[in-house]
């Protein structure tokens, strides 16, 4: 018995470890370049939150490169997973130091129990306090442990998944992590956003496209059969096409998005982390300042509160900004709690936009506390930063909150006596009346006011009338209530003037013969009537001197009780708020009513019964402001309108980038149904056969055009070799439908189309989902098609000394009975 030679031995399966591709050392450099580029996009958001100060960069820049650095060595060396967590750890613990907690570590880099303690309970609270602490965050207290672990994390994951798959779209999930981190845990004030945005498509679109053009020409993901066949003009021609869609795709995304991003975003207010983090400070614990008005000017108006040095010549003290009203009080809105952000870096609380500060002027205020108690913060203009001082000086850091918008501080373990502090502060331009005329109202949602008087809306009507121009509107109001109403504190050598700015009271100091009030009284009145009429207004209660008397007297100015003050703060756009002064001069007092003379009595006459009234008829505007469907939904549409311009502005490049490939699918579909159902039995047989080339075609199958059908399905069965019996008996079963004698019948062309569809579902099954994805999208099929009429166009020329055209060598885009005369080809039918 003849023996059987010795079969090979079939290969042993790779280990898992052995599993990743080799990367050549040009590959792994270019793949370093461009991650370091697009996880540096992502830490550059992080830029507004921590102001000026550069640190951030060392820390999340250092952080990519020592993760990229971890991801190569891991690959090369074949560190499992524990291994690499480990590596992560211990690089993290050890360089953390120096990058994320340098104020704390000795001399900036050795390590200390105090820079230990931060790095580990960073990893645990940091995203919590760098969200609760005012903008910028500073660089203590382990602010930078965000920007260093989000980087040094997702440059890590990222390195891996680029070095150790072959697939190249995995590595974009930590790129994108890194990018929606910086802005989720940044300001509502984006680090260009446009160009940061078109970057990271740009960049990331072009390594995909470079890292799937090596796994195309790699002959080992290559799904040609015979490589040798393949044509370097053809594929060289190819790859060019899709570099040119391709660029043509990213340069009419990136047009469209520069051009209608700022016409979505315009006048939408970015929303992030910090502004629905829950609120660090209850805002319901301290009771409106508004409250104490009188207390002060009556019973402390010689009592010296405290004392302010360097407070420019006619600029006011800042206690307290007010806009939420409820019938009793007017307070600081409750929900704008989370606008008061904890300070981190005393040295830099406020945020102020350079383009504001020319025209305005630059302080620094001492502060004093002599008799003032309270939890507000004297200080002035837009904040810069503040140095405590005093014994009390950490505690008050700690507590300390700031609230940006309404530039008002507050302390929850409150000011007290002793206290001192310095405020670095920018006080806004004063614009000059004719060019506040040039601006509008700011667009602005406030809290809604409640149970305020009738009263309110028709004197804000009759005072404002038909005056149109915004800033005539406000002067409106402020000029009738100053001109037409009289001054009085309440004192015992003054007129009678009863406190607060209720509904009740509000009621008797607009309705009455005369308005007789103070500050309290008419800034509230000017604000309550602004916002019946949609001006957005607010009350602000601070302290100024009388100029006139201090003049220009140096050293500290002392502010005593009757420096108290209410004013008015209308927003304009492109201005901001700008101060309005209803309240009459106080020599401005009520004329006393003059006497009656006392009447003599009469006898008493019994008069007849009165006759009935009418039911009295309140004025239309008396019925409280309705709360129906149509509001809550304004209201819930205002709400979203942010949400949903962010997400329309994102989805730009999106859609963008999407139209080609639903144009493609969509052209796919048309080919498929006009190759099913149009044309003579023989062509439809032929367009069945056509569709099980075309879908090779787009799972990367090659295959020569010259070929026949037969030798072409030997090709599609070594690729696909699930499918190779059916795919063999459909080409001979075309060969048999073309070239019969005659035209096959409707039943026979509808069994070889169902056979058709099988074939393709098993073409389809033996690839994974990303490929059958791809192979859906692509315009491989229709480029190829494409290329056959215009051969077919060119053959149908009668070439010079040949009487057989290209096109009959072909077999492209004939009749059945022309396919009889021919060769045995593939007859493909477009």
């Known amino acids: 018995m003849s023996r059987r030679p010795a079969q090979a031995a079939p290969p042993a399966v790779p280990h898992l470890r052995a599993a990743a591709p080799a990367v050549p050392r040009r590959q792994a450099a270019i793949d370093s370049g461009v991650l370091l580029l697009l996880l540096g996009l992502g830490v550059l958001g992080f830029g507004p939150t921590f102001g000026g100060d550069l640190r951030y960069l060392v820390a999340g820049f250092a952080g990519v490169l020592l993760g990229l650095g971890l991801a190569w060595v891991g690959r090369l060396l074949q560190w499992g997973l524990w291994t690499m967590i480990g590596a992560f750890l211990g690089t993290y613990l050890l360089l953390g130091h120096a990058l994320a907690a340098p104020q704390e570590a000795f001399l900036g880099f050795l390590p200390t129990l105090q820079s230990l303690r931060i790095l580990i309970l960073g990893v645990v609270f940091s995203w919590k306090d760098i969200l609760t602490v005012a903008d910028p965050v500073g660089t203590a207290s382990g602010m930078l442990v965000v920007p260093f672990l989000a980087a040094m994390l997702c440059a890590v994951v990222a390195g891996t998944l680029a070095w150790r798959l072959r697939a190249p779209y995995w590595t974009m999930l930590p790129v994108l992590a890194l990018f929606v981190v910086g802005i989720a845990f940044g300001t509502d ?41 393949a044509d370097p003009a053809t594929a060289r021609s190819g790859r060019n096409r899709r570099l040119a869609l391709g660029a043509g795709v990213l340069a009419a995304a990136t047009v469209l998005t520069l051009v209608i991003s700022p016409v979505v975003a315009a006048g939408q207010d970015r929303r992030v982390l910090r502004d629905v983090v829950e609120p660090p400070v209850d805002l319901f614990a301290y009771p409106s300042p508004l409250t104490s008005f009188r207390r002060y000017v009556k019973d402390n108006s010689d009592t010296v509160l405290f004392t302010v040095d360097g407070l420019p010549e006619g600029e006011r003290v800042r206690l307290a900004a ?17 606008n008061f952000a904890r300070v981190g870096d005393a040295q830099q609380l406020g945020d102020v936009d350079p383009d504001d500060l020319d025209g305005g002027t630059s302080a620094q205020l001492t502060f004093d506390i002599k008799d003032y108690t309270g939890v507000w913060l004297p200080a002035g203009g837009d904040v810069e930063g503040v140095r405590l001082g005093g014994p009390r000086a950490e505690e008050l850091g700690r507590s300390l909150y700031y609230n940006d918008d309404a530039r008002t501080a507050l302390s929850t373990v409150g000011v007290q006596p002793g206290d001192t502090y310095e405020v670095n502060a920018v006080f806004p331009e004063t614009f000059p009346e004719e060019q506040l005329a040039q601006y509008g109202f ?80 008419y800034a509230v009145a000017m604000a309550l009537m602004a916002r019946k009429v949609n001006i957005p207004a607010r009350v602000v209660m601070g302290f100024y001197p009388d100029w006139d008397e201090v003049g220009a007297a140096e050293g500290p100015i002392e502010i005593t009780g009757e420096d108290v003050h209410a004013w008015v703060e209308v927003a304009f756009d492109g201005v901001g708020w700008v101060a309005f002064n209803p309240t009459p001069p106080e020599d401005n007092e009520p ?36 709360q129906d469907a149509e509001e809550r939904e304004k ?168 009487g057989r055209s290209s096109g009959e060598r072909s077999g492209e885009d004939a009749g059945p009975r022309s396919r009889r005369r021919r060769r045995d080809r593939t007859g493909e039918t477009p």
Not at 328 to 334: A, D, K, L, R, S
Not at 489 to 517: C, F, I, T, W, Y
Not at 608 to 619: F, G, I, R
């Open 189 to 229: 004030r984006a680090f260009l956003p446009e160009v940061r945005g078109i970057l990271l498509v740009v960049g990331a679109t072009a390594w995909l496209a470079y890292r799937r053009d090596i796994a195309r020409t790699d002959a080992r993901t290559r799904g040609a059969v015979d490589p040798a066949q």
């Open 322 to 338: 007010l806009d939420a009203y409820d019938g009793v009080v007017y307070n600081v809105n409750p929900q704008a709690a989370g």
């Open 442 to 521: 700011a667009d602005l949602t406030l809290p809604r006011v409640q149970n305020d008087p009738p009263v309110i809306a028709a004197r804000a009507s009759e005072y404002i009338g038909a005056v149109s121009e915004p800033i005539e509107r406000a002067r409106r109001l402020e000029q009738v209530l100053s001109a037409q109403g009289f001054f009085s504190n309440g004192k015992e050598d003054e007129a009678k003037s009863l406190p607060g700015h209720g509904a009740a009271r509000m009621l008797s100091l607009l309705d009455a013969e005369q308005m007789v009030g103070d500050d309290e009284q």
């Open 591 to 626: 004329v006393p009513p003059q006497q009656q003379p006392k009447s003599s009595p009469k006898p008493q006459v019994l008069q007849p019964p009165p006759p009935p009234q009418e039911p009295a008829e309140l004025p239309p505007d008396s019925a409280p402001e309705p």
């Open 635 to 802: 209201d819930l549409l205002d709400e979203l309108a942010p949400y949903l311009a962010i997400i329309g502005i994102a989805l730009i490049p999106v859609v963008v980038l999407l139209v080609p490939l639903l144009l493609v699918a969509l052209l796919k579909r048309k080919r498929r149904k006009r190759r099913e159902h149009d044309g003579m039995p023989a062509d439809r047989v032929g367009g069945g056969w056509s569709e099980v080339v075309s879908l090779a075609t787009d799972l990367g199958a090659e295959t020569n055009p010259r070929s026949t059908r037969r030798e072409s399905a030997r090709d599609l069965g070594a690729a696909f070799p699930e499918s190779r019996a059916s795919t063999t008996l459909l080409a001979a079963r075309a060969d048999a439908g073309i070239f019969a004698a005659g035209d096959p019948s409707e039943e026979e062309v509808r069994d070889y189309w169902r056979d058709v569809h099988t074939s393709l579902e098993g073409m389809r099954g033996s690839v994974g989902f990303w490929k059958r994805q791809r192979a859906r999208f692509s315009p491989r099929s229709l480029l190829r098609d494409a290329g056959a009429r215009k051969r077919g166009a060119a053959a149908r020329r009668p070439a010079a000394g040949s």
